[in-house]
């Protein structure tokens, strides 16, 4: 009875958290505006042709692109989406525990996770992704105990749809074929051991298909940074979740109860072949396997991960340590688990409401002071990538341009910024346009403002990509370019004023300042 109750007020927890982050997130940010766009262009195959620039593959802005043209796509809308999303974590969290039994952890490490809150919610694959790696890893566990031919079939069914959704499912797809395998081989289940294994095929080769597009992608060099295992283990520490002091302590004790009701699972007098010992060999080969196989998949990616890079992962392992504890025998972790889910149904809520009720961006805020700009007036933005949010929200007459000048503003054109990097010149264009611009008496908007070095410090200069110091680094070319920009206006404008600064209560990654640029002077 004590963990229905637990239950079922963090589910509520959790649902009025997830109103509460969608009636405050506000206007989507850049990147929700890329995939959004993508899911948005005028036919399926305009998608097929594009989706490696948004990283998800086709299944998740096929499902958008479905729900935008009936719902859509106004903010509120699309809030509604995310909130679609998380409710269908909780769901889901239901579904996957035996009869009788209640999710706990599940709830209490992700659902009450920022990182699932803030992130999970937002337009994007990673928040579905999630819930489709759970329910697969909950079929999987079903499959194990009931190895039914519908059992099994769901489970390969989910497992596709988890891998067309979020790219990064597939290292945990294939955590969760080598696991199985493993767990009924050991129990003696050779037969379904083999079919486990083509099943798990099935699903990699159906995904095939993405090879070309993802693997002729050469512009994603200028994406790859040098990272290590520490990096990483940073990033996946910080996805774990605010407060930190607080939900690092509830993850690190989830984990001790995980290794204890193994270790007794395993120890214990029970016949080495019953389905539970099988279940629970099967989600611990899977953790570790899980962990292993993501850290290789992002350190060959070598991209900077973010927090969001890690939901899958933790949302699988929360799953995973939760059915682990219920089919192990000891009544005293059944207790302990209970207590760290009531801590976190207590503690945590108070600490991440100004978390969750940051806005996504204030772009909106900045489109909506263009809009009245003059049609001779001229809009820089800076850096390129703001002109995906930009673009939704601005409907204003004066013409708009990005740092550096590329073509296609729809969603992340990384194709083009190298085309970019590759020139000697590569803001000739954008300064020109500029200068018409305030010789001609009219104004000059910079979005993004721009980096102004002090006490007469020459901006850097790179060299056309790869430069010999900073090599392919796409960061370090939008650096330089941004002081190049800054220094243009500070030697060749009468006067620049903040119109708009940062302002509280808005995510960094969208923060975005406004300038306004008068005069010219040679």
Same mark, same amino acid.
């Given at each position: ?7 079922? =007020? ?41 989706? /490696? ?7 998740? #802005? ?21 909130? %679609? ?9 239901? $579904? &996957?525990? #035996? ?31 999630? %819930? ?21 079939? &769901? ?9 067309? =959704? ?9 955590? +969760? !074929? ?27 080769? !159906?995904?095939?298909? @993405? ?9 994603? +060099? ?8 520490? $990096? ?16 690092? #302590? ?23 072949? !019953? ?20 850290? %290789? ?12 890079? @890690? ?33 976190? =149904? ?11 009720? /940051?806005?996504?961006? *204030? ?29 939704? @929200? ?5 013409? $708009? ?7 296609? !503003? ?10 970019? +990097? ?12 500029? /200068? ?35 090599? $392919? ?9 941004? /002081? ?21 209560? %808005? *995510?960094? @990654?969208? *923060? ?11």
């Amino acid at each position: 009875m004590a963990e229905l109750v637990v239950a079922l =007020c963090l589910s509520v927890t959790v649902l009025a958290l997830l109103y509460i982050r969608a009636t405050h997130a506000g206007a989507l940010w850049r990147d929700e505006c890329g995939v959004l766009h993508l899911a948005r262009l005028s036919s399926f195959a305009e998608i097929a042709r594009n989706f /490696q620039h948004e990283a998800f593959p086709l299944l998740f #802005p096929t499902a958008l692109r479905i729900y935008s043209y009936i719902f859509g796509t106004s903010d509120a809308v699309l809030r509604l989406f995310g909130f %679609v999303v998380g409710a269908g974590f909780v769901a889901g969290t239901w $579904w &996957v525990m #035996p009869p009788k039994e209640r999710p706990l952890l599940q709830l209490g490490l992700v659902g009450l996770n920022t990182t699932f809150l803030i992130w999970g919610t937002s337009v994007r694959g990673y928040g579905l992704g999630s %819930v489709l790696v759970l329910i697969t890893l909950g079929s999987a566990v079903r499959a194990l105990r009931h190895p039914t031919f519908l059992n099994g079939l &769901v489970a390969s069914c989910l497992a596709i749809a988890s891998a067309h =959704c979020l790219l990064h499912n597939l290292t945990l797809i294939a955590a +969760m !074929t080598i696991a199985a395998v493993f767990a009924m081989w050991s129990c003696g289940r050779s037969k379904e051991a083999v079919v486990v294994c083509f099943a798990g095929l099935a699903c990699a080769l !159906t995904v095939l298909p @993405y090879a070309p597009s993802y693997l002729g992608a050469d512009w994603r +060099m200028i994406l790859r940074v040098p990272i290590g295992p520490g $990096w990483l283990w940073q990033q996946f520490l910080a996805a774990l979740g605010e407060p930190s002091w607080l939900m690092r #302590p509830l993850w690190l004790s989830a984990g001790v109860l995980f290794l204890i009701g193994a270790i007794i699972q395993f120890r214990s007098g029970s016949a080495s072949r !019953t389905n539970n010992t099988a279940v629970v060999t099967f989600l611990f080969s899977f953790c570790f396997l899980a962990l292993i196989t993501y850290f %290789v998949f992002l350190r060959l990616l070598s991209y900077a991960t973010h927090s969001w890079y @890690y939901l899958a992962l933790i949302t699988a392992l929360a799953g995973s340590i939760d059915l682990l504890i219920v089919f192990t025998r000891g009544k005293w972790l059944r207790i302990a688990r209970l207590i760290i889910a009531l801590a976190a =149904c207590c503690a945590i809520p108070f600490g991440i409401v100004g978390a969750i009720t /940051q806005r996504q961006s *204030n772009i909106d805020e900045v489109a909506r002071k263009l809009n009245d700009a003059s049609a001779g007036d001229l809009i820089v933005l800076n850096p390129w990538f703001i002109a995906l949010s930009f673009g939704h @929200y601005y409907h204003g007459t004066a013409p $708009w341009l990005t740092i550096p000048g590329i073509s296609e !503003t729809g969603f992340h054109r990384f194709d083009l910024v190298k085309a970019k +990097m590759l020139e000697a010149e590569p803001l000739t264009d954008v300064e020109e346009k500029i /200068q018409s611009t305030l010789v001609s008496g009219h104004q000059v908007w910079l979005v993004g403002g721009a980096l102004v070095l002090e006490n007469g410090r020459i901006p850097v200069k790179l060299r056309p990509a790869p430069d010999p110091e900073f090599g $392919w680094n796409t960061d370090a070319y939008t650096t330089a370019w941004s /002081q190049q920009i800054g220094a243009f206006f500070q030697t060749h404008a009468l006067s620049a004023t903040v119109v708009i600064a940062p302002e509280n209560g %808005v *995510n960094n @990654y969208e *923060n975005i300042p406004l300038w306004v640029a008068k005069g010219w002077r040679e």
